[in-house]
């Protein structure tokens, strides 16, 4: 199996709220193939994509039991900790629950957590190790 | 903020299983930028990352408690339904455990589940609609 990872779905308790905040609060376009209860964007070289939780335990025929921290984090980079202070307050005027205010960060660079409204964890960091290319992709060294 | 998701960080029980799994059962790189108990893979425009799961709870400042389905899968697409049953078959061989056998799915393509050693499942999909730009990247309609 390549090293590529295409799509993250989230599965989500209330799609609706998530669409919203992804799309009218963040202001992200949803794909033409969205359709019915799924939800696609482009998020610059992956796709995240939008399921009812139930469905998307379903279609994978596991029980969508579940609770507490998920295990797993997102992130956002961006080119300064002033960015990173910007997002963080464009997220939260979004709808986000800020977790972690940014801060100097143990590696070097500075960042902060928000949740969205489901609770997955979004990191928002200003890494100088790691810069991006042309297409604001990372360009791991 | 801009729709772009940079890094997934798999926050796992035993990172050594972990990393033993995608560098040495699957075969992916570790970046240079890997250190200590954090290791970064390049996805193919989206940076995988694996860390303990207590050390990422903790920089987000929450509990790592947390049980059953962690509500997300990740996704790799291939270009034909041979491809799946071939890659589903090497990531058993690789120590994976599937989860759902490939099959017709209900949208059009072909697709089975696996979880990887800490349980995140992962599907692995032929989806006609969702064709591949030149870096093998997913183009939306």
């Known amino acids: 199996m390549p090293p590529r990872?295409?799509?993250i779905t989230l599965g989500v308790h209330d799609f609706e709220?998530?669409?919203r905040f992804y799309r009218d609060g963040l202001g992200w376009t949803p794909s033409?193939?969205?359709?019915?209860?799924?939800?696609?964007?482009?998020a610059g070289?992956?796709?995240?994509?939008?399921h009812p939780r139930e469905a998307l335990a379903a279609d994978a025929g596991v029980t969508p039991v579940g609770?507490?921290?998920?295990?797993?984090t997102l992130a956002h980079n961006v080119a300064s900790r002033e960015a990173v202070d910007a997002v963080i307050r464009?997220?939260?005027?979004?709808?986000?629950?800020?977790?972690?205010?940014?801060?100097?960060?143990?590696?070097?660079?500075?960042?902060?957590?928000?949740?969205?409204?489901?609770?997955?964890?979004?990191?928002?960091?200003?890494?100088?190790?790691?810069?991006f290319d042309d297409a604001g992709r990372i360009v791991l060294p």
Chains 1, 2 share one sequence.
Do not use: C, M
Not at 67 to 72: A, K, R, T, Y
Not at 98 to 114: C, D, L, N, R, T
């Open 17 to 19: 709220r998530a669409l």
């Open 45 to 50: 070289g992956v796709v995240l994509a939008l």
């Open 32 to 42: 033409a193939a969205s359709q019915g209860d799924i939800a696609f964007f482009d």
């Open 90 to 131: 464009a997220v939260e005027a979004a709808g986000a629950t800020v977790v972690k205010a940014p801060e100097e960060a143990s590696w070097g660079g500075y960042s902060g957590y928000f949740a969205d409204p489901e609770g997955q964890l979004w990191e928002v960091a200003h890494n100088p190790f790691f810069p």
């Open 67 to 72: 609770s507490g921290f998920n295990g797993l």
């Open 5 to 7: 990872l295409h799509i």
